[in-house]
């Protein structure tokens, strides 16, 4: 079992930033892919993917909706991958997943994209923003 925590949620305003954080497991960190995903608010059997990086953080993939706005990066030094997420919107709001795939080091055009690809799950990360 891999635990991931996510931690840096809150409640801003819209126009503002804030930086999600999530620490994962030791040794074996930069063998997987990770990735953020979110679920709005009446959304509760669906989740949104939002962002994804390679193990050696040499590739990320967004979602259209936080394109140019969100910045995923990863310290794997630190076991810790982030979610810089600049020009907030109100309908940014939703509660924030990290996800590990211990499957992949590398993304995938097909897979990254699916909640169903990752292995591992934080318990989530509540954002709220303003208008």
């Known amino acids: 079992q891999v635990y991931l925590m996510e931690s840096g949620g809150g409640l801003v305003q819209a126009g503002d930033s804030l930086r999600l954080s999530c620490a994962g497991p030791?040794?074996?960190?930069?063998?997987?892919?990770m990735a953020w995903f979110r679920q709005g608010p009446g959304k509760e059997h669906e989740r949104d993917f939002v962002?994804?990086?390679?193990?050696?953080?040499?590739?990320?993939y967004y979602g259209d909706s936080v394109k140019g706005r969100f910045t995923i990066s990863r310290d794997n030094a630190k076991n810790t991958v982030y979610l810089q997420m600049n020009s907030l919107k109100p309908e940014d709001t939703a509660v924030y997943y990290c996800?590990?795939?211990?499957?992949?080091?590398?993304?995938?055009?097909?897979?990254?994209?699916?909640?169903?690809?990752?292995?591992?799950w934080g318990q989530g990360t509540q954002v709220t923003v303003s208008s």
């Open positions: 030791g040794r074996t960190f930069d063998t997987y892919s």
């Open positions: 996800a590990a795939d211990a499957k992949n080091w590398q993304l995938s055009l097909i897979t990254t994209f699916r909640p169903s690809e990752y292995d591992f």
């Open positions: 962002a994804a990086i390679s193990g050696d953080g040499g590739t990320t």
